[in-house]
């Protein structure tokens, strides 16, 4: 039997500059203490080449 996930896929988007196309798709619990918070995580941006301040944004809906 499959194990149930407790993780949301969030997107994060830079914070300064969010025209430069890069994110990154992260896992968030989705229970406990961290939920209330947003995700805000120092990443590489290689549109930039520098490392910025990326921020949770979510993720947009599925297609059919």
């Given at each position: 039997m499959a194990?149930?996930?407790?993780?949301?896929?969030?997107q994060l988007i830079p914070e300064e500059n969010p025209k430069t196309g890069t994110k990154y798709i992260v896992r968030k619990p989705t229970k406990g203490m961290k939920v209330a918070e947003k995700l805000r995580l120092k990443k590489y941006d290689p549109v930039l080449k520098k490392h910025?301040?990326?921020?949770?944004?979510?993720?947009?809906?599925h297609s059919k």
């Open positions: 194990k149930k996930t407790s993780y949301a896929l969030k910025v301040w990326f921020v949770e944004k979510k993720m947009p809906p």
